[in-house]
């Protein structure tokens, strides 16, 4: 009776935020100039299904519009806002800290200098290389962040990993202004990537970006109760039967690889990482089997309705999106940190 | 050779560069209560996590028929449990989810939980009379509760050793009785083996079927709780003045303080 009540209760809330994720689709999908009515919009998406045709009564026009610049971009801000809101449960999880998150652990700005540095030399590494060298550039930040940490204030300091993130994005961010400046030829490009958002050019960027996400997202939810298994501390984890160095090194590698391949593509995005998996740990507390499938919709929901905000407020001058997320998360960061000191 | 439960020869221990544990050789037999006592540093703590596989160690060893050393964290922690001496409870988290921990040494690949291993955590929620706090948050718990869930987080991993890591060491008497009580009893019913780290020499003695006393890292006496809690040995190795009050139930181990002092 008890058990019923708690699966039903699970798919209830999973099917919720489904929902909430296709309302943010589609209204990411509507807003905007081009005067899309929502029942054509469906039908045109519907006619889209293989096998299926419909004729929804767009112009050829808004239909290009629809396909070639509404949808990708907005896919595009689901896929980032998912992969950011995982990545960073993943990295709270593993690091047992309520305020890490990709942006504040460095890693996006090492991810930044990385992308920096591949397309100054000349996209010599092509395009699927670019997150590539986000990665590397992600990994070495977040390593160089947890055993600066670590080194200074223990595994268990929650504020002291912030500060060494803080220290370490500090740098590569002055590192990642160096190049930049070094290769002014490259400025204009590199600068339009750094600034954020989601303008795309047709489906590239989310055909380059996909598999990663998949990959990273996939790996990451395999292991939502090793991760529950974790919050309990190194030595219980262990008697508990799960290798937590092992597990902490995967999953870090997991969240890393993702949020380097998002970053790449839509440049440096905070604090969604830390305003999802909170708002939703809030609502259905900490067990990660349902904080990651409703961190993964919610997160993309969040995005893409963020950039309906960032290219609507000053339309038709668009708002780059991490503006619009920092103001949103800079005070939800300071909540978080008061409500984790006072548990400290 | 695979009559006991726990056996090993000649373990050692090494932390920074001191062995924490000196060479101790152990054979505890299946269902055994074994109390071990010694002072402050004699590498209580040391010796549990190390049977419990989760600190490199040196010298044979082989706990439920595994040897830590060539199985996996998993293989290991479904025939050997332990329960910490200040459990950590993560914010938000309730007693179901806590005692569903224990089943993680028989997860699937993907993480997905079995018609068995719901069975298992709602069969010792319920043994352990856990059943109205299931739904309520861990940290809202006492103690004595909190002690009682870690409890049957162990019992969820069915173990074959039970390794208590000075169990009621935070907890008030009446408490600490109630959570030995259930042990003793589980032990009886499931012939569970224990091996507990004690602080309380009382208790031990009064609990413990066998006694094994360290200090510095070796077994300086190992016997029946009579044999073992005696007052001119216990004096040596605490330094202490006790006195031994000897019960059916087992010693008492009272401290006595110094004459002429009043």
């Not at chain 1, 400025?187 to 996400?213: I, K, M, N, Q």
């Not at chain 2, 009064?206 to 073992?228: E, F």
Request: aromatic content about 4%.
């Amino acid at each position: 009776m008890i058990k019923a009540g708690i699966s039903q209760h699970r798919t209830a809330v999973l099917l919720g935020a489904a929902l909430i994720l296709c309302a943010a689709l589609l209204i990411g999908v509507l807003v905007g100039p081009a005067g899309l009515t929502p029942d054509r919009t469906i039908l045109e998406l519907l006619d889209g299904i293989p096998g299926i045709h419909i004729d929804s009564g767009l112009t050829a026009t808004q239909q290009a519009i629809l396909w070639q610049i509404r949808l990708p971009r907005v896919v595009l801000g689901a896929l980032v806002g998912a992969m950011l809101a995982v990545a960073g449960a993943a990295y709270q999880g593993v690091f047992r800290n309520p305020l890490a998150d990709p942006y504040l652990l460095g890693v996006s700005s090492g991810a930044g200098l990385g992308a920096t540095l591949a397309i100054v030399s000349g996209g010599a590494l092509g395009m699927f290389g670019i997150p590539m060298a986000a990665f590397v550039g992600g990994v070495l930040a977040v390593f160089a962040t947890y055993s600066l940490g670590r080194s200074i204030g223990g595994p268990q300091n929650a504020v002291v990993i912030i500060l060494a993130g803080v220290a370490v994005a500090a740098f590569t961010n002055a590192a990642q202004t160096f190049v930049q400046q070094r290769f002014d030829d490259s400025l204009r490009e590199v600068y339009s990537w750094l600034l954020g958002g989601l303008s795309t050019d047709g489906w590239s960027e989310v055909l380059v970006v996909l598999p990663y996400v998949a990959l990273a997202s996939a790996v990451i939810l395999v292991h939502r109760r090793v991760l529950d298994v974790m919050a309990v501390g190194d030595v219980e984890a262990a008697s508990l039967g799960v290798d937590p160095a092992r597990s902490r090194l995967v999953l870090v590698l997991a969240a890393t690889l993702g949020t380097a391949a998002v970053v790449s593509a839509s440049g440096l995005i905070g604090f969604v990482g830390i305003v999802v998996p909170h708002a939703v740990r809030l609502v259905v507390g900490p067990s990660h089997r349902l904080l990651l499938p409703l961190s993964l919709m919610l997160g993309a929901a969040f995005l893409v309705l963020t950039d309906v905000a960032a290219r609507t407020v000053l339309a038709p001058a668009e708002l780059p999106i991490g503006v619009v997320t920092a103001m949103i998360g800079a005070p939800f960061f300071l909540l978080v940190l008061r409500r984790s000191r006072v548990s400290a | 050779m695979t009559d006991s439960a726990v056996r090993c020869r000649d373990l050692r221990v090494n932390l920074g560069g001191k062995d924490v544990v000196d060479g101790i050789d152990l054979d505890v037999t299946p269902g055994d209560w074994v109390a071990v006592v010694g002072p402050n540093g004699a590498g209580k703590t040391t010796l549990m996590h190390a049977l419990a596989g989760l600190i490199p160690s040196t010298g044979e060893l082989s706990v439920g028929g595994l040897s830590p050393r060539n199985s996996s964290r998993k293989a290991m922690s479904a025939v050997v449990a332990l329960m910490p001496q200040r459990p950590v409870v993560p914010e938000g988290s309730t007693v179901k989810e806590l005692v569903a921990l224990g089943r993680t040494p028989y997860l699937r690949r993907f993480g997905t939980e079995t018609a068995t291993d719901r069975s298992v955590i709602t069969s010792v929620i319920e043994r352990l009379d856990l059943t109205e706090f299931a739904d309520r948050r861990a940290t809202e718990l006492s103690g004595g509760e909190l002690q009682r869930v870690v409890l049957a987080r162990a019992l969820a991993q069915e173990p074959q050793v039970l390794l208590l890591d000075e169990p009621t060491s935070a907890l008030d008497i009446g408490h600490q009785q109630q959570v030995l009580d259930l042990v003793e009893e589980l032990r009886e019913d499931d012939n569970i083996t224990v091996i507990a780290a004690m602080h309380d020499l009382t208790l031990a003695g009064q609990y413990g079927r066998r006694i094994v006393l360290l200090d510095k890292g070796s077994v300086v006496a190992d016997g029946t709780p009579s044999a073992v809690l005696e007052a001119d040995l216990l004096g040596r190795v605490y330094g202490a003045r006790v006195e031994i009050l000897e019960r059916p139930s087992g010693p008492i181990v009272v401290p006595i303080r110094q004459e002429g002092t009043r």
